[in-house]
């Protein structure tokens, strides 16, 4: 069923954005392959800028040296099969930009205004011509303030923090508990909703969806209406 086609506009910029463990990853490729849709996760950007900076030991307030890492970054996305991976300066980073270490390296980085400048600008490469899929924490609220269709995805803490301990356990990460990752989430959330730069919190003319009982294809048909209401209203 999700793998029908819509006719809907080819350039229309729909953004997903939600707190971690939301299920915007897993969303947004699904409602990007149900509208033939480019899928942006630009969260990854930020986690490879956090991956890189811990292999080079820069600290995450290291403004000059971060800026610099993000001067000579190349990044670009490929799909295989049903997976999207991000390679940066040739080198294939999707599965170890997934830990909790980066995770929250990511957090802390992506608070720095010169980071968030370099990816800004990244960001809107990646999208220009529209017809894209672009998740995040900032999406509607600062890369794409005029996207056509904006949600926010949320979810109780527990659900989150349970799907992500599930996802590292396939990914073969089972040294983390349960606890471990709820609390981390938990903290990432004061992270990311308190700090002063682009701080998580829903775009004013966002439509909120909370997943938490609700299953990936109900979440997707729910979307999938309100496109079509906003395609028609355009």
Not at 4 to 27: H, M, R, W, Y
Not at 153 to 175: C, Y
Not at 195 to 210: G, M, S
């Amino acid at each position: 069923m999700l793998e029908q086609k819509l006719e809907l506009p080819s350039n229309f910029v729909i953004t997903i954005d939600g707190p971690a463990g939301a299920g915007k990853t897993t969303i947004s490729r699904f409602l990007a392959n149900k509208l033939g849709y480019r899928y942006l996760d630009t969260g990854a950007l930020y986690r490879a800028i956090a991956l890189l900076a811990l292999e080079r030991h820069i600290g995450p307030a290291d403004d000059r040296k971060l800026a610099e890492l993000c001067k000579e970054l190349e990044f670009k996305f490929s799909q295989s099969g049903d997976q999207t991976r991000l390679v940066v300066n040739l080198r294939d980073v999707t599965n170890l930009i997934r830990t909790p270490e980066v995770s929250m390296m990511a957090s802390a980085v992506s608070a720095r205004p010169v980071v968030r400048q370099c990816l800004l600008d990244v960001q809107r490469r990646l999208a220009e011509g529209g017809g894209i899929v672009a998740e995040g924490r900032d999406m509607g609220t600062v890369v794409f303030p005029g996207a056509e269709v904006k949600f926010f995805l949320d979810a109780d803490l527990e659900t989150r923090a349970l799907r992500r301990w599930e996802q590292l356990r396939r990914q073969g990460v089972k040294s983390v508990s349960f606890e471990e990752v709820r609390d981390q989430i938990a903290v990432r959330d004061r992270n990311d909703s308190s700090r002063v730069l682009a701080p998580l919190q829903p775009a004013e003319d966002a439509i909120r969806i909370d997943s938490s009982k609700l299953s990936v294809q109900q979440v997707i048909e729910k979307m999938i209406q309100i496109i079509k209401e906003r395609n028609i209203e355009a």
